[in-house]
């Protein structure tokens, strides 16, 4: 069979399963949480009830199914993020086939679902181009095994922005790869170098959690592209070029400072009282340098292991929450870092656990009419069979991958960069997770970490086939007697 016609069919397959399970009843999708309305108020959207008004809030909250929604005035809130072009997108499409008036959630999962595609048709392109079959076979695996990961799946359906950021992340790791399979066609090389920069500056500012990923997204174009870019441009454009990088590195944190303001001190004050405080061998201490009086400490420190949420800490949070900043985070684990490390570990177990129950935040005990959680769960299945819940096994395989990387890099294999770069993307999204939220949140947070953690896993057992292969090649009878008979002859 044609090399094409099998990616064609993998393309068909993957487009055909996303579309089972996001569109067809019962779908899957979460589409009910405080969150959402952060995004909801100013892309013109509101729930049909008011969820904060219902009695019986926790079941509301939990079992509440719900995919259609009204339009209102946009209102704005302070909260703005890249991925509310996807929802004014999904509106548009909405308004023109949409009988009912109201905003169907599902038209949303569609947009998601067509940039999803456009990443993995890059990665099913690219690997097209691949010489080594192992290879080939495996990477398709990891394009398959992404449309069954219950995280990404679940998501499409959803106002929350983690689908967006790995789309980005997608089609910009997808982007960089294909552009070193064309040689001396500077209009496709063009193209694709604004495709990844476009893509690069949304990955990295779609949420706030995911600032920190400049770093190695930066990394990827001064290191890989720019050996492309000096050929396609000159080295007098190159100037250029490299300012356009440092606008990558600067724009970031001009977004994340001024426009993603909504929830920051929330995430700081659950931080603080949930986990440093609560872990400080010196929680008095702390408190005192950040300017509180005793009978202030007081009061925090009654607070101290609920978050914003819990009725001690949202009277805390009311009166002192501006007073809970990063910086008090990051003043606090410097004096004590022994609590950062204890974070890590602890955040790691959850790290690799099942994905919950949280299709349409269906409850544990039993499924909501027109919800289902996970549609295909088997490769969820997988990972909480094999994979270790442990900040060391977690570590271990991102240095390993790293490692092998690296000395392909040093052999003249630059695609390696985007590995070199995925790994410390996902260890800086992993620290950023951590100080993001509370525990509670480590489910939406740990979204690109667990993504990108699974395709690295891919990535090193595909290298460790490929090595063991080349090995036993080597120690085959008939090599080892050739071996034998040639220095039995120079000898």
């Known amino acids: 069979m044609n090399k094409n016609r099998i990616f064609k069919i993998v393309f068909l397959l993957i487009f055909l399963s996303i579309i089972y399970q996001i569109i067809c009843e019962p779908f899957i999708g979460i589409a009910n949480n405080g969150d959402f309305e952060r995004m909801m108020g100013p892309s013109g959207l ?7 008004a219902e009695e019986n809030y926790d079941d509301y909250f939990w079992g509440y199914v719900i995919n259609d929604f009204k339009t209102i005035v946009p209102q704005a809130n302070g909260w703005y993020s890249i991925y509310q072009v996807n929802i004014f997108l999904s509106r548009l499409i909405c308004g023109l086939f949409s009988k009912t008036g109201t905003y169907d959630i599902r038209y949303l999962g569609l947009v998601n679902m067509i940039f999803y595609l456009i990443g993995t048709g890059f990665i099913l392109f690219r ?6 079959k192992i290879v080939k076979v495996f990477l398709a695996i990891i394009v398959g095994m992404l449309t069954i990961d219950g995280y990404i799946i679940q998501y499409m359906n959803s106002f ?12 910009f790791y997808g982007s960089i790869a294909i552009l070193f399979s064309f040689k001396n066609e500077k209009r496709v090389e063009a193209g694709l170098f604004i495709i990844s920069y476009i893509t690069g500056i949304a990955a990295v500012t779609i949420k706030q959690q995911d600032i920190l990923s400049m770093f190695p997204i930066g990394a990827i174009f001064l290191l890989c592209v720019n050996k492309k870019i000096a050929g396609i441009w000159g080295k007098k454009k190159k100037i250029i070029f490299n300012l356009c990088l440092a606008v990558l590195i600067i724009l970031p944190c001009i977004a994340s400072v001024i426009l993603n303001t909504g929830a920051g001190n929330v995430g700081c004050f659950n931080v603080i009282c949930m986990d440093i405080l609560d872990r400080s061998e010196h929680p008095q201490k702390h408190l005192n340098e950040m300017g509180f009086s005793d009978e202030e400490q007081l009061e925090i420190m009654d607070a101290v292991g609920e978050n914003a949420y819990g009725d001690k800490g949202r009277a805390a949070y009311e009166r002192y929450g501006s007073r809970f900043t990063r910086m008090s985070e990051v003043q606090m684990l410097i004096s004590e870092p022994t609590i950062f490390i204890s ?5 790691s177990v959850s790290l690799f656990k099942d994905t919950p129950n949280l299709g349409n935040f269906m409850k544990e005990t039993g499924a909501e009419r027109f919800s289902k959680s996970q549609a295909l769960r088997l490769w969820s299945e997988i990972k909480h ?3 270790i819940s442990a900040a060391g096994f977690y570590f271990l395989i991102l240095f390993i991958a790293g490692i092998i990387s690296i000395f392909h890099i040093k052999k003249g294999v630059y695609m390696h960069y985007i ?6 993307s996902n260890i800086l999204r992993f620290a950023t997770a951590i100080l993001g939220d509370s525990p509670h949140d480590d ?3 740990f979204f690109a970490i667990n993504v990108e953690f699974d395709v690295i896993f891919f990535y090193l057992v595909i290298q460790i086939v490929v090595i063991a292969c080349a090995f036993w090649k080597n120690i085959k009878p008939c090599n080892l007697k050739n071996r034998i008979s040639l220095t039995i002859s120079k000898r």
């Open 443 to 445: 489910i939406k947070h």
């Open 46 to 52: 509101a729930y049909t009830k008011n969820a904060w």
């Open 127 to 132: 690997i097209s181009k691949e010489k080594n």
């Open 343 to 347: 974070m890590i570990r602890d955040r």
């Open 385 to 387: 069979k094999f994979y």
């Open 419 to 424: 590995i070199v770069a995925m790994c410390l």
């Open 160 to 171: 929350y922005c983690e689908i967006g950021t790995i789309n980005a992340l997608l089609i």
